[in-house]
């Protein structure tokens, strides 16, 4: 990374600290967001990244999978669970894995600009806050007096 930030000083940059704005930031930067974590049992990254329209790109583990559904193969999963396929997901550890996820929503970008805008706010529209899963608890607590 070092070399390429020499080489583009104007396009690429590692910064190694935290920092909250500048975080949000980048994430309101992104048309996309790859996170190819091989254990993640939450998965915030891609939650935030969506909300500011970046499209995760993600390896199906734990939460990153609980959250992404792939435009390509989980219509059928993404159905049951009520959202609309929101991003792209790969399942090896290879490069091949990733590589193959990328490609298919770089082309997308290109080759098809409004879908990939709408895919976009398909992501946006996303809802993975406790609002739901907490008035199903609130139910089935409620059942369990009946």
Request: glycine letters at 8%; aromatic letters at 12%; a negative charge.
């Amino acid at each position: 990374m070092q070399q390429a930030g020499s080489k583009y000083p104007n396009q690429v940059r590692m910064v190694f600290t935290y920092d909250e704005p500048l975080s949000h930031l980048i994430y309101a930067g992104c048309d996309m967001i790859a996170v190819p974590s091989m254990f993640e049992p939450c998965g915030l990254t891609q939650m935030i990244a969506m909300r500011y329209g970046a499209v995760p790109i993600v390896r199906r583990t734990g939460g990153l999978r609980d959250t992404v559904f792939d435009v390509d193969d989980d219509g059928r999963r993404a159905a049951e669970a009520g959202v609309s396929p929101n991003g792209y997901s790969f399942e090896g550890t290879d490069e091949a894995s990733l590589e193959y996820a990328l490609d298919r929503a770089i082309q997308k970008f290109y080759d098809d600009r409004a879908g990939f805008t709408e895919l976009a706010r398909t992501a946006m529209q996303c809802d993975w806050s406790w609002t739901n899963p907490a008035i199903d608890y609130v139910d089935m607590y409620y059942n369990t007096l009946i």
